[in-house]
């Protein structure tokens, strides 16, 4: 077989026309971005969250269709799949951002706050990507993109049930993308850092945002914008050879210079400079 030499259309693989892509939970935060994202990219949008108002204003904005749904509820996650393949015929891409952080420190956790975190945060996701994934098998194949979070990756502090299930969605994410790529479906994750959703910015203040800014090697939050972005690349045919993965959107955080005494930085930094 030969290798083919013309070049690729970059910005015709950017876009979603004639794409059926589902929000779940686009009625707030990086959900809303996103259903924007997509639209602007040329998709017909369908919103889906628990709030029926909220869907229905983004569905709105963004000139789509809105639906109510508890994608912790198997059936409903089910029967909204169902309806949206018999009103457009195809599913081509879902990204659900559901999901949210009850914190406790380990000594504290109860069963109620587990079980929260692992239903919102790890098992709509999984309810989500089943029923989505035997949509798209029947149609030719699909991407799904579920948001996970850098408390899933390293220990941040009051974060260790929220960080586990955000982990063990990672995981799923890996399974289900080496189950699933013989069907044509790929699936990965946006893992944000902190962002400056509605729920982050009322619970920081002023200095303890100039802090945690501190501690981010590109000095600030994040942006709705820049994990909807993340999410909407993972969508396009730009990505059409990744699957499996997770896409860390942190600033940097996750990998900060190490901090060390001045002296052994000096010796490190000349040992290293000498080779
Ligand atoms: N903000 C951050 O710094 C940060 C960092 C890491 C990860 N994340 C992750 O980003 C995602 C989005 O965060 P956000 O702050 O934009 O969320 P948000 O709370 O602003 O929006 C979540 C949306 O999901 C809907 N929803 C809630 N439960 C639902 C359910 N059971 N079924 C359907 N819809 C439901 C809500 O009505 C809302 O519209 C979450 O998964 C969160 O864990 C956020």
Redesign the pocket.
């Known amino acids: 077989m030969g290798i083919d030499d013309n070049p690729a259309d970059y910005v015709a693989r950017q876009r979603l026309d004639g794409k059926l892509c589902a929000v779940?939970?686009?009625?707030?935060?990086?959900?809303r971005e996103t259903a924007i994202a997509l639209r602007q990219a040329g998709a017909d949008v369908v919103c889906?969250?628990?709030?029926e108002a909220?869907a229905g204003a983004v569905a709105a904005e963004v000139g789509g269709r809105a639906m109510t749904?508890?994608?912790?509820q198997r059936s409903e996650v089910d029967d909204a799949v169902e309806c949206m393949v018999e009103a457009y015929g195809r599913l081509d891409a879902v990204v659900d951002?559901?999901?949210?952080?009850f914190g406790s420190s380990l000594l504290e956790i109860d069963e109620d706050l587990i079980r929260r975190n692992f239903d919102?945060?790890l098992f709509?996701a999984m309810h989500v990507t089943r029923a989505a994934a035997a949509a798209m098998a029947k149609t030719g194949g699909g991407t799904i993109v579920l948001?996970g979070?850098?408390?899933g990756l390293s220990s941040l502090p009051n974060q260790i049930v929220y960080g586990s299930a955000?982990a063990a969605l990672h995981h799923f994410v890996r399974c289900a993308a080496s189950e699933l790529g013989h069907l044509g479906v790929r699936v990965n994750a946006v893992a944000?850092?902190?962002?400056r959703?509605?729920?982050?910015v009322a619970r920081f203040d002023i200095e303890q945002w100039d802090e945690l800014s501190s501690n981010i090697p590109l000095q600030r939050a994040g942006e709705l914008a820049e994990i909807a972005g993340a999410a909407l690349f993972l969508t396009q045919e730009l990505s059409s050879f990744i699957t499996g993965h997770v896409l860390v959107a942190d600033g940097g955080m996750l990998n900060p210079p190490r901090v060390l005494r001045a002296s052994s930085s000096r010796q490190i930094a000349g040992r290293l400079s000498n080779n």
């Open positions: 779940v939970g686009a009625g707030n935060g990086i959900g889906l969250d628990i709030d909220k749904v508890d994608a912790t951002i559901v999901g949210a952080s919102l945060n709509q948001i979070s850098s408390a955000k944000p850092g902190y962002v959703t509605e729920r982050m």
